[in-house]
């Protein structure tokens, strides 16, 4: 029994780590640095970020930004997700924890490489009007676009899945909104209502399309190791649950769940979640890093 807990641990730290069964140099690293970071151990994204409701949020958001077919193209086009899924996992991972725990340095250099990454991500779509259409992945439109879905999918999912945030949904929002400006986003909203506006103000722009199921459907099954599949499809019924009914409909997804179903929803959920975090740790080792470079500048103060 010990040496299979021992393997599903790994197994579980490798999806995350991008099958490495180290904790990646890059997270060492952030206990490296001058100053605390753009947000503060008590802030509402580090209660977001530590929390293990990222894991439906980041599902959730992959659902979202599949329905904007510019935003897709550039994924379909450019990236090797379906070759490495996990390894997209893995940027996508350090990208956050490094703003989100990194010093002011580190979290710019962060937004600096995806932006320089994003340079050579251009084509063509078809839009919902069936026009042809350019698209250029640091477009200010699709950066927004981005950023509006990962900062709502976050939000929503703590809210559903999580406990108690500091200072509400609005707090989170506009502490984020940081992250927006780094990525070049202007004027990133500041409030859970103007989240919301911002993002109903794309909705002429999305459409249902053969390569978003396709990509739904490969988010739906990842290729995971077996041990865990069935804590995964709980999860992807856990994110599926927060969409709005417009967004389901164009994802093809199943409509929401009757009330008898639903109940079992969040409990099943809270024990994925927790059952992931026993295999985690408590503390990550980004949140870890930062705590100590925090201790030694308050040394240092």
């Given at each position: 029994?010990g040496?299979?807990?021992?393997?599903?641990?790994?197994?579980?730290?490798?999806?995350f780590a991008?099958?490495?069964?180290?904790?990646?140099?890059?997270?060492?690293?952030?206990?490296?640095?001058?100053?605390?970071?753009?947000?503060?151990?008590d802030?509402?994204?580090w209660?977001?970020?530590r929390?293990?409701?990222?894991?439906?949020?980041?599902?959730?958001?992959?659902?979202?930004?599949?329905?904007?077919?510019g935003?897709?193209?550039?994924?379909?086009?450019?990236?090797?997700y379906?070759?490495?899924?996990?390894?997209?996992?893995?940027?996508?991972?350090r990208?956050i924890?490094?703003v989100?725990?990194?010093?002011?340095?580190?979290?710019k250099?962060?937004?600096?490489?995806?932006?320089?990454?994003?340079?050579?991500?251009?084509g063509?779509?078809t839009?919902?009007?069936?026009?042809?259409?350019?698209?250029?992945?640091?477009?200010?439109?699709?950066l927004?676009?981005?950023?509006?879905?990962?900062?709502?999918?976050?939000v929503?999912?703590?809210?559903t899945?999580?406990?108690?945030?500091?200072?509400?949904?609005?707090?989170?929002v506009?502490?984020?909104a940081?992250?927006?400006?780094?990525?070049?986003?202007?004027?990133?909203?500041?409030?859970?209502?103007?989240?919301?506006?911002?993002?109903?103000?794309?909705?002429?722009?999305?459409?249902?399309?053969?390569?978003?199921?396709?990509?739904?459907?490969?988010v739906r099954?990842p290729?995971?190791?077996?041990s865990?599949?069935?804590g995964?499809s709980?999860?992807?019924?856990?994110a599926?649950?927060?969409?709005?009914?417009d967004?389901?409909?164009?994802?093809?997804?199943?409509?929401?769940?009757?009330?008898?179903?639903r109940?079992?929803?969040?409990?099943?959920?809270?024990l994925?979640?927790?059952?992931?975090?026993?295999?985690?740790?408590?503390?990550?080792?980004?949140?870890?890093?930062?705590?100590?470079?925090?201790?030694?500048l308050?040394?240092?103060?």
């Open positions: 029994m040496n299979i807990l021992i393997r599903w641990r790994d197994e579980l730290r490798g999806t991008g099958q490495s069964d180290t904790v990646p140099q890059w997270e060492l690293e952030l206990e490296n640095g001058d100053d605390a970071g753009y947000f503060a151990p802030s509402a994204v209660t977001v970020h929390s293990m409701t990222t894991l439906v949020a980041g599902i959730r958001s992959l659902l979202v930004q599949t329905l904007h077919p935003a897709l193209a550039g994924v379909d086009d450019f990236s090797a379906r070759a490495a899924p996990l390894a997209r996992l893995a940027n996508t991972i990208w924890f490094t989100t725990y990194g010093d002011t340095s580190a979290a250099s962060a937004c600096d490489l995806v932006l320089q990454l994003h340079e050579r991500v251009r063509t779509y839009d919902s009007s069936g026009e042809l259409q350019p698209y250029y992945a640091n477009d200010p439109h699709l927004r676009w981005v950023h509006l879905t990962f900062t709502d999918a976050f929503t999912s703590y809210l899945y999580g406990k108690r945030l500091p200072g509400g949904p609005d707090q989170y506009a502490e984020w940081t992250a927006g400006e780094l990525m070049r986003v202007t004027d990133p909203p500041r409030t859970f209502a103007e989240l919301r506006r911002q993002l109903d103000s794309y909705r002429p722009e999305l459409t249902a399309s053969a390569a978003m199921q396709e990509t739904v459907e490969f099954h290729p995971l190791p077996r865990q599949r069935l995964y709980i999860l992807f019924a856990a599926v649950e927060t969409l709005p009914e967004h389901r409909r164009l994802l093809g997804l199943r409509p929401r769940t009757p009330l008898p179903l109940i079992l929803i969040k409990p099943a959920t809270w994925v979640l927790g059952v992931v975090r026993l295999g985690l740790s408590k503390t990550g080792p980004s949140e870890a890093a930062a705590r100590r470079r925090l201790a030694r308050r040394q240092q103060a």
